[in-house]
């Protein structure tokens, strides 16, 4: 198992900047020889099967390395270094914080659709949904620029809650359950297994999930792919996408599945059956016809992420179209 990066916590703006220079340096994308892939841990999907059992490579004919990371964020910064060729199951939010940027980045597919994060606020708090207005001058941890800090945003808003009023804090999901527990903060924001069961510990989600669905708070990761290598390199997107796909079809939950995905994601079997139970894998035929067909999911979820992290530096782009190229899917 690949080990974590160490994380950098820096403003977006400053990676991305960062990022676009030495892109932009580094010319042109490397020929194919081998393939990067961004990943993470402690997210259980089916595809793992495919990456234990040697499917990837023997589509591709190539090498698959494959990198672990603890945000999207850190998946944007990579891609732009020209270290990573494709991040598979990247959040929508670190994505359209990117091309908002003018980032030379293409969405490529839907990796899957999922309950939106949750917050969790500490247990001795007395802080809940109905007065959730407390959280105002108090620490928040999020992970920013992430689907969480996204799902925040979104559940901020959805119970009148002053974002601006909160100090956030940006930590990854496992620094947030520690500064939760340690009672540095009064609420941790967070993703992926171990991290959430940590949090539990200590918190209680904010909103439920039949909370979360009715205030139109939805999630999804996607595969994205940097421009350079989609343009160069589309055969070997396309195999990638169809090994993905037919893991996801393959996929039946029997028990040498799930230890191949406990051993890759760092959960144990329970853990991964728990996640997996809220995870949707739309197959490519789906994702056509509902999701970024016109007034699909991804469509209308797209333009509502662009606007919820707009800034004057990076405003939302009035047409989205032109960072999705789903072609290599038909």
């Known amino acids: 198992m690949e080990e974590r990066p160490t994380v950098i916590n820096r403003p977006v703006r400053t990676l991305l900047a960062t990022a676009l220079a030495s892109a932009f340096a580094a010319g042109s ?140 804090v940006d930590q990854v999901p496992a620094d947030g359950a520690v500064a939760l527990a340690d009672g540095n903060v009064v609420m941790a924001c967070t993703f992926g297994g171990l991290s959430n069961a940590k949090a539990a510990e200590s918190g209680t989600p904010l909103m439920t999930l039949e909370d979360k669905e009715a205030a139109g708070i939805i999630s999804f990761d996607v595969v994205s792919v940097t421009e350079s290598f989609m343009q160069e390199e589309p055969d070997v997107v396309r195999a990638f996408l169809e090994v993905t796909h037919e893991a996801n079809a393959d996929f039946d939950g029997n028990d040498e599945q799930l230890e191949k995905i406990a051993a890759e994601s760092g959960l144990d079997v329970d853990g991964v059956r728990a996640q997996m139970a809220d995870f949707v894998f739309p197959t490519a035929e789906t994702q056509l016809e509902q999701y970024f067909n016109d007034d699909g999911l991804a469509s209308e979820a797209i333009g509502v992420v662009g606007g919820a992290f707009a800034t004057d530096e990076n405003p939302a782009l009035d047409d989205y179209s032109t960072t999705i190229d789903t072609s290599l899917m038909q």
């Open 29 to 168: 994308a490397q020929a194919a020889e081998e393939l990067n892939v961004a990943y993470f841990l402690e997210w259980a999907t089916p595809n793992m099967v495919a990456k234990v059992d040697g499917a990837y490579e023997d589509a591709l004919g190539i090498p698959v390395n494959w990198t672990a990371f603890d945000a999207g964020t850190q998946m944007t910064e990579a891609m732009l270094a020209g270290d990573i060729d494709i991040s598979y199951s990247q959040g929508l939010a670190p994505f359209i914080n990117a091309v908002n940027a003018n980032a030379p980045l293409k969405l490529a597919a839907i990796a899957v659709q999922y309950p939106a994060n949750d917050c969790y606020v500490r247990s001795d708090a007395g802080i809940d949904k109905s007065n959730a207005s407390e959280l105002e001058g108090k620490a928040v941890a999020v992970p920013l620029a992430t689907m969480a800090d996204y799902s925040f945003r979104m559940m901020m808003s959805a119970l009148d809650v002053d974002v601006s009023q909160i100090d956030v």
